[in-house]
């Protein structure tokens, strides 16, 4: 009945928050055990109630502000000095910038919102298709669950109980290897989406673009760098990442102005109240299915499939894509890590590390997958795009992912380079 219900709910077009929720009291009501509601409030509070997740506000905060504060502009038009004599420079510029608004950011969607609001115009004034462009704003936004920070990362460390610093470190160089797959695909197919030469080759300054966007610099390092040499925690870069692109945008650009902070703090407060109850509603979930000895159930059924952790990782691997193709990645990671984990950890001696590496990465597809596809419908929304003109020019960059994923899965010192 719960399954049922589930299926259900979501199939009516119902928010994944309010059917996971809605999916719990159908299981209480129908197991007849009432007492759960007793405990079910302080499962709810309790898995907010963690200090790491205060990273998720600022982290949006800190987005926010880079746009208020001109950041994010001076960070493309950077990108747009430095690659001029590239062929394709344009579709290079909408990669650079989506890799280096990841290494700030944090939050993937947030990331393809902004891109698709400043690049795939620009791209479509240079004379390329609008579905490319868009797609390519979408699939680039793939690097935003990767590369740190990463939203994901943060909730997969909480979840897990292991280092949000050591999941940060561990993401650099899978995306870096994405990031370079996804420069090969521009090469390959930028001049097919090419229609016409517009003939837009105004030369931008270099240094003059170059000391604009020195500046913004500060930011990852700040983020990367004092998390690698452990000068703080991820919450901490958090805060002192927010704090210098409040100085940078307010006192050195000058663009960010007093009247636009309660605009700031209304649309971070609005968006960190959406993650949060998405995350209370998938713990509660993920209570339910635990109470009912659904970890140990998958265990069993693994541990009759296979007896080789490769294969195991192949088979997580193939169900994640599932399961993110219908169920929301941030949902579908708090209630599978706590069935899964167990299972790779104490049966085939997995890396947890390695194990949420993985599981975040393929997760992330799901932005790129419908009927979720939160990433898709962002881009074909404020790019105007069609979903199928999008996915027409998506599936390479996709294919891109997975490769990067199978990688990391066979190779388990990708994730260990920088740690």
Avoid at 191 to 220: E, F, S
Wanted: hydrophobic share 60%.
């Amino acid at each position: 009945m719960t399954l049922a219900a589930f299926l259900l709910f979501m199939l009516l077009g119902m928010p994944i928050a309010f059917v996971l929720l809605a999916s719990t009291f159908t299981f209480i009501l129908t197991s007849g055990n009432y007492r759960l509601l007793d405990n079910l409030p302080q499962v709810i509070f309790g898995s907010l109630e963690v200090f790491d997740l205060l990273a998720i506000p600022l982290f949006i905060l800190l987005g926010e502000i880079m746009n208020e504060g001109g950041i994010t502009r001076r960070i493309i038009h950077a990108a747009r000095a430095w690659f001029a004599w590239i062929p394709h420079s344009i579709a290079y510029v909408s990669l650079t910038s989506n890799l280096m608004l990841a290494s700030i950011m944090g939050s993937a969607t947030a990331q393809i919102a902004i891109m698709s609001r400043v690049m795939t115009p620009e791209m479509e004034r240079d004379g390329y298709d609008k579905g490319f462009a868009a797609a390519l704003t979408a699939g680039s936004g793939l690097l935003g669950p990767i590369i740190p920070p990463s939203m994901v990362f943060i909730i997969y460390g909480v979840i897990a109980q292991v280092s949000i610093g050591a999941m940060f470190l561990g993401g650099i160089l899978p995306g870096l290897v994405l990031f370079l797959l996804i420069s090969g695909l521009i090469a390959l197919m930028a001049g097919r989406a090419k229609k016409r030469d517009t003939g837009n080759k105004q030369p931008i300054p270099l240094w003059g673009a170059t000391r604009g966007a020195l500046l913004t610099l500060v930011i990852p390092i700040v983020i990367v760098g004092g998390i690698a040499f452990g000068i703080v925690t991820p919450t901490e870069s958090a805060a002192a990442a927010t704090l210098m692109a409040l100085i940078i945008g307010g006192l050195f650009f000058r663009e960010l102005k007093w009247g636009q902070l309660p605009g700031v703090l209304q649309r971070t407060a609005r968006n960190t109240a959406i993650v949060l109850f998405l995350i209370a509603a998938a713990k509660a979930f993920g209570w339910v299915l635990v109470y009912n000895q659904i970890p140990q159930q998958v265990a069993r059924l693994m541990q009759g499939a296979t007896e080789s952790p490769l294969i195991f990782m192949l088979l997580v691997f193939v169900m994640l894509i599932v399961v993110g193709m219908v169920l929301d990645g941030i949902a579908a990671l708090i209630i599978l890590v706590p069935i899964l984990l167990p299972v790779a950890q104490q049966s085939y001696g997995i890396d947890p590390i390695h194990f949420g590496i993985v599981t975040c990465m393929t997760l992330s597809l799901g932005l790129l997958t419908p009927p979720v596809g939160a990433g898709l419908y962002v881009a074909s929304a404020i790019s105007n795009v069609s979903l199928p003109r999008i996915t027409r020019w998506i599936m390479p960059f996709v294919l891109a992912a997975c490769l990067v994923i199978l990688l990391t899965i066979f190779n388990p010192w990708l994730v260990s380079v920088f740690r």
